[in-house]
Each structure stands twice: as structure tokens, then as C-alpha cells.
């Protein structure tokens, strides 16, 4: 996303509309914001709801801003139970390589 000196956002004009509106009539913001449309590991990771990855690097590797984030090292298991839904953050992390 990006404001420009005229105040123009890509989905919106702040100058025009609250920032809220704008997030809230933009299909493609109510898109990144839904989780259950993130792909690949990313999709089926149990911490898509708090972590999501980052739409800036899928979209730079895949061309698709709801895909797997290429620069997270955590390997969610292929059916999305990988760690118990309440495992502190020190238990993804000492799963690392
Ligand atoms: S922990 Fe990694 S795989 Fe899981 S949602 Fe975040 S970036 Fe994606």
C-alpha cells in the first residue's frame, strides 16, 4: 500500500473516505485480510490466524500476495497439525533446522 503526496491510496483517497472505509469497501484489502486465502504452507500452517507470513515476499516469489511466505523457515505439517493450537512460541522455534 502506498499514499501518495496527494493523498491517494491505491484503493482509496484518504482525503475522501477514513482509512477504515477505505480498508472496509476494498475487495483487495478484505482479501489479504482473510487468512483462509492464504496458500500453500502458509494455508495450512496453524499460525496463519497470528502470523499470516508476508504478502510482500509471496507476492515477489510467486506473483501471488495470498501465497506461502518463501523466507519462513517453519515447515507446517502437511495436514496443518503440526504443534498443539496452545504451544508457546518457543516450541515453533526450537523446531527450527
Ligand atoms: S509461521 Fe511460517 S508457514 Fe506459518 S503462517 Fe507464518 S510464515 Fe506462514
Given at each position: 500500500m502506498a499514499?501518495d503526496?496527494e493523498g491517494e491510496?491505491?484503493?482509496g483517497?484518504?482525503?475522501?473516505k477514513?482509512?477504515?472505509?477505505?480498508?472496509?469497501?476494498s475487495?483487495?484489502f478484505?482479501?489479504v485480510l482473510?487468512?483462509n486465502q492464504?496458500?500453500?504452507?502458509?494455508?495450512r500452517?496453524?499460525y496463519?490466524?497470528t502470523?499470516?507470513g508476508c504478502?510482500?515476499?509471496?507476492?515477489?516469489e510467486?506473483?501471488?500476495l495470498?501465497g506461502?511466505?518463501?523466507?519462513?523457515s517453519?515447515?507446517?505439517?502437511?495436514?496443518?497439525?503440526?504443534?498443539?493450537?496452545d504451544?508457546?512460541?518457543?516450541?515453533?522455534?526450537s523446531?527450527?533446522?
Amino acid at each position: 500500500m502506498a499514499v501518495d503526496t496527494e493523498g491517494e491510496v491505491r484503493c482509496g483517497n484518504v482525503r475522501e473516505k477514513t482509512f477504515q472505509e477505505i480498508l472496509d469497501d476494498s475487495e483487495a484489502f478484505q482479501r489479504v485480510l482473510d487468512r483462509n486465502q492464504l496458500q500453500g504452507k502458509c494455508g495450512r500452517c496453524r499460525y496463519k490466524f497470528t502470523c499470516g507470513g508476508c504478502g510482500a515476499m509471496a507476492c515477489f516469489e510467486s506473483g501471488d500476495l495470498m501465497g506461502e511466505d518463501p523466507t519462513c523457515s517453519f515447515e507446517p505439517e502437511e495436514d496443518g497439525r503440526d504443534l498443539p493450537a496452545d504451544a508457546p512460541m518457543t516450541a515453533v522455534i526450537s523446531k527450527q533446522p
